[in-house]
């Protein structure tokens, strides 16, 4: 018996969320906590970085003409005219031919040399200096402008940012970095079963995992998650909460109530309050899943299942959440691998298989529908195209790690 007439695909109803995103919205950060935020903008260097020709070791600035052939049983004898001072560009240091200046790392090259010798191929005696090994020209110096240059694009909007990205914007002047805004997504745990986590469960009570179980992803995923708490199974409860959360939040998650028995609550408020754009996707687990607007903001109805909420939360709110941060790569990290048994699949409906990975082999994890056990046994999913009757041992699949 399926109630749900009109089953949308993946694919659809992916197009149908990101038709509706709402743009990102944007904020300065300081560029030292900007890490793991996405880049709203693109980044030019400000200036030519180097802003000069810079030694990279402590050592004798040269012409490298001068040291052709040096050896240590040849050394070429070179006259050292000073030393150069840090933090510095000093106009009168000039590297004649057959003579040399002392040069510490990140000093400024002195005009007419090209090169610099390292200090340990080197032996001074007073004003002279023994230079037992050749260099060639450029050997030793960072060129002016070869790391950036002025008005180069470093950085393209939509990358997520690393440690090492937030030194590389520092060094291009960026104090404050313009990213996307932390969606604000509120949780809303549905059912007259559910009891919070701090109370242990009666008969025919539930602890309500899927608010924790959001909340930590969304975290992680760069959002910001607004916990609502538990509400009964009771129109009046769905109205007030949700009347509260939408000014509140960007989107809107309700867990449970999704599919369509009489006690299912939340299509039904969705309609009454907005619009309901899908009631039952493709895609297995996770049928009765809701994509609904209210007030211009989206609305999930996700299952009830802890694992099926989780795959609808992967495989269908994760795309609005990319395009809400403006994100270019997808965050979700994948992985290749083998499978290693048959899996068979109902043609017509988007399946996606949790799976153990382990030496680059996916072993899928069959179980009832509402264990959650699967859910901490598993590495991630593989999803089986809605067109294939399965997936056969030993073919190769993406996995899609939680
Ligand atoms: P529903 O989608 O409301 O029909 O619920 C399906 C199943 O998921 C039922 O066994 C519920 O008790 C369970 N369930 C619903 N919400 C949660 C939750 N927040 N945490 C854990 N289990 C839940
Ligand atoms: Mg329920």
Redesign the pocket.
């Known amino acids: 018996m399926s109630r749900f007439l009109n089953i949308v695909p993946v694919a659809e109803a992916v197009a149908i969320v990101i038709r509706f995103s709402p743009e990102p919205a944007m904020e300065k950060v300081p560029v030292e906590s900007a890490a793991g935020r996405i880049l709203a903008a693109d980044i030019t260097a400000d200036t030519d970085i180097p802003g000069f020709d810079r030694s990279v070791v402590d050592g004798y600035a040269v012409r490298a003409a001068d040291t052709a052939g040096a050896g240590d049983a040849i050394p070429a004898l070179l006259h050292c005219t000073g030393r150069i001072t840090m933090g510095r560009q000093d106009e009168k240091a000039v590297v004649g031919p057959a003579s040399c200046a002392y040069i510490p790392t990140g000093g400024v090259l002195p005009a007419g040399a090209d090169a610099v010798v390292m200090v340990e191929y080197t032996e001074d005696e007073s004003d002279t200096v023994l230079v037992k090994k050749a260099v060639s020209h450029g050997e030793n110096v960072l060129l002016h402008d070869e790391d950036f240059k002025k008005g180069e694009i470093v950085f393209f909007a939509g990358r997520q940012i690393t440690p090492q990205d937030a030194g590389v914007l520092a060094a291009c002047g960026c104090a404050m970095v313009t990213v996307a805004k932390k969606p604000i997504v509120g949780i809303i745990?549905?059912?007259n079963?559910?009891v919070p986590v701090t109370v242990v469960p009666g008969p025919g009570q539930?602890?309500?995992?899927?608010?924790s179980?959001l909340a930590a992803y969304l975290t992680e995923y760069g959002c910001i998650p607004r916990l609502y708490g538990?509400i009964a199974?009771e129109r009046e409860a769905f109205e007030s909460v949700l009347t509260r959360a939408l000014p509140e939040c960007d989107v809107i998650l309700l867990?449970?109530?999704?599919?369509k028995?009489d006690?299912?609550m939340t299509a039904a408020v969705i309609a009454a309050m907005g619009k309901v754009l899908v009631h039952g996707i493709a895609i297995a687990p996770g049928k009765?899943t809701i994509i609904g607007r209210i007030a211009e903001k989206p609305v999930f109805g996700?299952?009830?299942?802890?694992a099926?909420?989780f795959v609808v939360l992967v495989a269908i709110v994760r795309p609005l959440l990319d395009r809400m941060l403006g994100i270019s790569q997808p965050l979700q990290r994948t992985e290749r691998a083998t499978i290693a048994v048959n899996i068979p699949s109902q043609r017509g409906r988007e399946e996606y298989v949790r799976v153990s990975l382990k030496n680059g082999v996916a072993t899928p994890l069959f179980g009832k529908s509402?264990l959650l056990n699967t859910l901490i046994r598993s590495n991630g999913l593989i999803r089986i195209p809605a067109g294939a009757e399965g997936l056969e041992q030993g073919s190769v699949v993406e996995v899609i790690l939680w």
């Open positions: 745990s549905t059912g079963e559910l539930v602890r309500d995992a899927n608010a179980m538990i199974d867990s449970g109530g999704s599919s028995d006690r299912d009765p996700l299952p009830g299942h802890p099926s909420a509402g």
